[in-house]
Nanobody
């Protein structure tokens, strides 16, 4: 059974850097699409960054140039996704979720899909940016 676990959240100052990690276990697909989402006060999970198994990526405009998403798979059916955050801003505050789906989305040609496209989710990790 696929499991998704996020870590790395915390409280940081404006302008600081932070790296979130997501470990996906028991995935058995040759291709996938994964992403990071931030939950807002209303409970909606907004897109942040996405990555396909071919390495193509997509970012929302608010984080372009500041966040970097990457992935690394291993033979033991474990996939590690990271979201490197730099020059963080107060609006980056939120509960960050990692999600994954089987098969690529086609990020070379299409923007990252919304949360409804993803199948497996983690429990989230909180990021708080304080002044």
């Amino acid at each position: 059974q696929v499991q998704v676990v996020e870590s790395g959240g915390g409280t940081v100052q404006i302008g600081d850097s932070l790296t979130l990690t997501c470990v996906v276990t028991e995935y058995q697909w040759l291709s996938y699409s994964a992403g990071w989402f931030r939950q807002n006060i209303g409970g909606e999970r907004a897109r942040v960054a996405g990555i396909d198994s071919d390495g193509s990526t997509d970012y929302v405009n608010a984080v372009k140039g500041r966040f970097t998403i990457s992935s690394q798979g291993k033979r033991d059916r474990t996939l590690t996704l990271t979201l490197s955050m730099s020059n963080v801003k107060p609006e980056d505050t939120g509960l960050y979720f990692c999600a994954i789906k089987r098969g690529e989305w086609g990020l070379r040609l299409h923007p990252m899909p919304d949360s409804s496209a993803f199948t497996w989710w983690g429990q989230g990790t909180q990021v708080t940016v304080s002044s």
